[in-house]
Nanobody
Framework: QVQLVESGGGLVQPGGSLRLSCVVA?????????MGWYRQAPGKQREYVAD???????RYQDSVQGRFTISRDNTKNTVHLQMNNMKPEDTAVYYCYVDRPNSPRSWGQGTQVTVSS
């Protein structure tokens, strides 16, 4: 069964940077429809952040466009989210996911990101 483990969260000041990682185990990492990141702040709905699609195209939520970058490392079965110029409204638990053929979406357990001075 596919398992995803996020890491890299923590406390950062506004304007700072964090790099999240998601290690994917139990599948051929190159065989997927999409992978990416969602986030959920307290009292808020879980919201889409960024996607990495089969073929290499990417998509970002408008609020993170130009600040966040999604990438993958096939040799380590890892997807990353580089977050720059962070804002307090980026505070949330961040979850990675993968979509694979003939399978339901798989989710990680989440990593806490807090942006505060």
């Amino acid at each position: 069964q596919v398992q995803l483990v996020e890491s890299g969260g923590g406390l950062v000041q506004p304007g700072g940077s964090l790099r999240l990682s998601c290690v994917v185990a139990g599948t051929n990492f190159t065989r997927y429809y999409a992978m990416g990141w969602y986030r959920q702040a307290p009292g808020k709905q879980r919201e889409y952040v960024a996607d990495f699609f089969s073929g290499g195209s990417t998509r970002y939520q408008d609020s993170v466009q130009g600040r966040f970058t999604i990438s993958r490392d096939n040799t380590k079965n890892t997807v990353h989210l580089q977050m720059n110029n962070m804002k307090p409204e980026d505070t949330a638990v961040y979850y990675c996911y993968v979509d694979r053929p003939n399978s339901p979406r798989s989710w990680g357990q989440g990593t806490q990101v807090t942006v505060s001075s």
